[in-house]
């Protein structure tokens, strides 16, 4: 390190020394700092195993308002919730606080980074030999086992997930409280109705050479927790995943309880959830359009659309302003999935057309802002969008980026001026139905005109006055 002697104006040497205890001090608030830094960008990762519901553990079961009355406890003097309520006593203690608790109240588990989820998941992450195809019977079996084309040997794990049960009941019981895991009705008689469940036999076993013996790793709910086995053998079930599946109360079996177990074949993905702070005072915002009250015909129905301004900026930001008196309305953010930076913004009768970075082209109808993208054959930015009317529409941006349509957006033509390769344009203005202008980068100031022909270039020149 060098350091700077005032006295005699001169820098010299000097060696710096960091205890160890000190160095891992900072070092521990580094990385805290760095995890911090993640939470607060609104970066979140979750567990799932099913991409058509990502969502599955909320919404789907009864919900509970746990709270101490006074039987719980006569010190208590919580006032029973309104909706819900579930006293906290003896008889149910287990079920809130090493389930509900456990499962954060049956809610998603938010962290904040990928390793963090995945050291949570792969505490419940099981392997096994093999897994069943068919139903066992463990009251006659053979000295020679063979299970999903493999000969079962001694110390093999197995996952046995295809124990069922059938039980007639009578056609006045609900199934859905007499059965407390999924059910299949089989037979219907009128007076009696007969379903098959899955049994309490279903689970993790190890075969000695003799016969199967259940492993206890299931008795604990902690490790029934979002708990998955993957498939080392077989024919049919090698290298695939099955999960334990729910009670239909929302919680997981166990095998202490001797609950019913069933499993299905999924997978464990992790999703990352971006949320966006972005405060609307300091957005940039890059073009902005207004327009009066419209209204326009679709297949018999009319949309009446109010006057607006649309502005368009930063970090994919749409923002809607209506409902004007004088000089107040309201501001609403449209509802976007391509976070890049819009530059350009134009409309027809029926479509707002917006464009940005990363070849980003957006089509989006005015009356309920649906959206869609139009894929160009560009990588470039677009910096500007301009239409003439329904029909007629152009498009340009960076490194000789031009492209029209003269079917609505439809289809979008690449124009090739080999000679403008290295221009950057930044602003087109469709004039009339055969005539555009292009502004751009170092002077560059273009005339695009369509004929017979085809359309054809002119660069202008710029005088100063």
Request: charged share 20%.
């Amino acid at each position: 390190m060098w350091i700077y002697n005032s006295n005699f104006g001169k820098w010299s040497t000097s060696n710096d020394s960091l205890t160890k205890t000190s160095f891992d001090l900072l070092k521990q608030e580094f990385s805290a700092t760095r995890f911090y830094s993640r939470i607060l960008s609104g970066a979140t990762f979750i567990p799932v195993n099913d991409l058509d519901n990502i969502y599955d553990i909320l919404g789907e079961w009864k919900p509970k308002n746990w709270y101490i009355n006074s039987f719980g406890s006569k010190y208590s003097e919580t006032m029973s919730p309104t909706k819900n309520s579930l006293g906290i006593l003896k008889e149910n203690s287990y079920e809130y606080y090493t389930k509900f608790i456990a499962e954060y109240g049956l809610t998603l588990k938010t962290l904040f980074t990928p390793d963090r989820l995945i050291k949570d998941s792969i505490s419940n992450y099981y392997y096994v030999d093999l897994a069943t195809t068919t139903q066992l019977d463990f009251n006659n079996m053979s000295n020679i086992i063979i299970i999903d084309g493999v000969l079962l040997r001694s110390g093999h794990k197995i996952l046995v997930k295809d124990q069922k049960t059938s039980e007639s009941i009578s056609y006045d019981i609900d199934p859905n409280t007499y059965f407390s895991g999924e059910y299949e009705l089989i037979q219907n008689l009128g007076g009696t109705i007969t379903y098959e469940f899955y049994n309490n036999e279903n689970g993790i076993y190890v075969y000695d050479g003799k016969k199967f013996v259940k492993d206890s790793i299931l008795d604990d709910y902690t490790n029934c927790i979002r708990y998955s086995v993957y498939v080392n053998m077989g024919d049919v079930n090698t290298g695939k995943q099955f999960h334990l599946k729910r009670l239909l109360n929302g919680y997981y079996p166990t095998s202490s309880l001797s609950e019913p177990m069933a499993f299905s074949e999924k997978h464990n993905w992790m999703i990352r959830n971006r949320v966006d702070y972005n405060n609307l005072f300091e957005i940039n915002y890059y073009d902005v359009i207004k327009h009066g009250t419209q209204s326009y015909n679709i297949e018999g129905i009319t949309y009446s659309i109010p006057s607006r301004t649309i502005s368009v900026g930063e970090f994919g930001v749409i923002l809607n302003t209506q409902n004007l008196t004088g000089i107040q309305g309201t501001s609403n953010i449209i509802n976007n999935k391509y976070k890049v930076n819009f530059r350009s913004i134009s409309q027809t009768s029926t479509h707002y057309w917006i464009c940005g970075d990363d070849s980003t082209l957006l089509k989006v109808r005015k009356h309920d802002f649906l959206i869609e993208r139009s894929i160009l054959d560009t990588v470039s930015n677009l910096n500007s969008i301009s239409f003439f009317n329904d029909l007629r529409g152009v498009v340009v941006g960076d490194f000789n980026t031009i492209f029209v349509t003269t079917n609505g957006g439809y289809k979008w033509s690449k124009l090739k001026i080999a000679d403008f390769t290295p221009y950057t344009y930044n602003k087109v203005i469709f004039t009339d139905p055969n005539r555009f202008y292009i502004g751009g980068r170092n002077g560059v100031f273009l005339e695009m005109y369509e004929d017979q022909s085809g359309w054809t270039a002119f660069k202008l020149s710029l005088i100063h006055i």
